[in-house]
């Protein structure tokens, strides 16, 4: 199993950047996919970016696509999330969440707990 723990979250003005870190326990961090959810008030948690266990492969929902970066550190089992050109719609909870490699499922098993991200209008 793993543990998740988002950091980085807080508010930043529209056009700002802001850096969000997940860290993960257990000595298997490679195992796992890695992705990005949010879900803000009145609406449904919806996809935002995952990462393969090597870094080689990455995915966007369409809405953030040239505004946010995925990446992965292995070594330091964490998993980070680039926001650039933050949009007042971006104002939600992140969370960082987990699943197996092997699996083809896009079902993930493991969540961190979120952290804010709130950009004024």
């Known amino acids: 199993q793993v543990q998740l723990v988002e950091s980085g979250g807080g508010l930043v003005q529209a056009g700002g950047s802001l850096r969000l870190s997940c860290a993960a326990s257990?000595?298997?961090?490679?195992?796992?996919?890695m992705g990005w959810f949010r879900q803000a008030p009145g609406k449904e948690r919806e996809f935002v970016a995952g990462i393969s266990w090597n870094g080689g492969s990455t995915y966007y929902a369409d809405s953030v696509k040239g505004r946010f970066t995925i990446s992965r550190d292995n070594a330091k089992s964490t998993v980070y999330l680039q926001m650039n050109s933050l949009k007042p719609e971006y104002t939600a909870v992140y969370s960082c969440?987990?699943?197996?490699?092997?699996?083809?499922?896009?079902?993930?098993?493991?969540w961190g707990r979120g952290t804010q991200v709130t950009v004024p209008s």
């Open positions: 257990g000595r298997t961090f490679m195992a796992y996919t």
């Open positions: 969440a987990a699943k197996p490699s092997s699996s083809g499922s896009s079902t993930y098993t493991y």
